[in-house]
C-alpha cells in the first residue's frame, strides 16, 4: 500500500467519522483519557479500536501501559508517570454512500459506494521536560518536535517535522490549535518536512495533521487516511 511521497494528498478531509475526527490524550480526574474528537466535540468510540499504547520514561526507555477498554471510551494505564506516551487507533474501513453517508465498512459491504478509505488515528504526547524521544516507527504519520515543546511557551514558534512511515512528509498541514480552532491551519510542511507552528496556549495544546495515501488494487478501498497529534502543555503547572 506504500506509495511515492511525492503522490501525498495532503490537508484535512471533511468526511465525517471517516476522517474529520482527531486523537489526542489528556489527563481527566487523575486519569489518562484517550479523546476522539474534533475541535471541542469529544465522542463517544468502540474502545476496542485503540490498537496500542506506548510510554516511555525520560531516557527513552519504556515503561509497561496497559489500556482500560470503557463502554464508550478507553483509558491508558502506565505503570508510573511516563515522560512520552503514545497511543493508536485503527478506525478501520470507511465507505461513503451516493446520499453522502458514511458506513463503517469497506466497498465489498457497501458495493455502491463512491469512496471507500481505511482510516487510523495517532497520539503523541510530552510530558516531561527534556524527554528523549524513542523510535516512533509504531506511528505511521508523526508529528515530530525538534525541540523541547516544553521549553517553547506560549506565543512562541515550534519547530516540527512531519513523517510518514519514517520519510520526510511534505507540503502536509498543520493546524496549530486543533481543540480551540480545528479548521485554521498555521503552517504547512516544506520539502523536508519541516514547518514551524505557534505554541497557543497556556494549558494543554493540540498540533495536528492529516494525509491521505492512493491505494491501487485493494477491493476494499481507495486510499489510505492518516491523522496525528502531537500534544504538550504550553507552561509549567504552579499551584
Known amino acids: 500500500m506504500r506509495t511515492s511521497y511525492s503522490l501525498l494528498l495532503a490537508g484535512l478531509l471533511v468526511c465525517g467519522q471517516a476522517a474529520a475526527h482527531g486523537l489526542w490524550t489528556e489527563q481527566r480526574r487523575g486519569n489518562v483519557e484517550v479523546i476522539y474528537g474534533h475541535g471541542a466535540?469529544?465522542?463517544a468510540?468502540?474502545?476496542q479500536k485503540v490498537s496500542g499504547a506506548w510510554a516511555y520514561d525520560g531516557r527513552g526507555r519504556m515503561v509497561p501501559v496497559g489500556?482500560?477498554?470503557l463502554d464508550d471510551h478507553a483509558r491508558l494505564q502506565p505503570l508510573r508517570a511516563p515522560a512520552v506516551l503514545a497511543v493508536a487507533l485503527d478506525n478501520g474501513t470507511w465507505s461513503q454512500t451516493p446520499d453522502k453517508q458514511w458506513v463503517n465498512q469497506g466497498r465489498r459491504q457497501v458495493p455502491n459506494s463512491i469512496h471507500s478509505l481505511h482510516t487510523y488515528k495517532?497520539?503523541?504526547a510530552i510530558h516531561q521536560?527534556?524527554?528523549?524521544l524513542p523510535d516512533l516507527k509504531q506511528l505511521r504519520l508523526a508529528i515530530v518536535p525538534q525541540v523541547d515543546p516544553l521549553?517553547?511557551?506560549p506565543g512562541n514558534p515550534l519547530r516540527v517535522r512531519v513523517l510518514v512511515d519514517g520519510q520526510p512528509a511534505r507540503d502536509v498541514k498543520l493546524i496549530?490549535?486543533?481543540r480551540g480552532m480545528p479548521h485554521e491551519v498555521s503552517d504547512t510542511t516544506d520539502a523536508d518536512g519541516y514547518a514551524e507552528v505557534k505554541v497557543r496556549n497556556e494549558g494543554l495544546n493540540v498540533i495536528a495533521a492529516a494525509l491521505y495515501l492512493p491505494v491501487k488494487g485493494d477491493a476494499d478501498i481507495d486510499e489510505l487516511g492518516f491523522f496525528s497529534s502531537l500534544t504538550f502543555l504550553g507552561s509549567e503547572h504552579r499551584e
Open 129 to 132: 521536560t527534556g524527554a528523549s
Open 151 to 153: 521549553g517553547v511557551g
Open 176 to 178: 496549530g490549535d486543533y
Open 67 to 69: 489500556i482500560q477498554r
Open 41 to 43: 466535540e469529544d465522542d
Open 45 to 47: 468510540f468502540k474502545a
Open 122 to 124: 495517532y497520539s503523541l
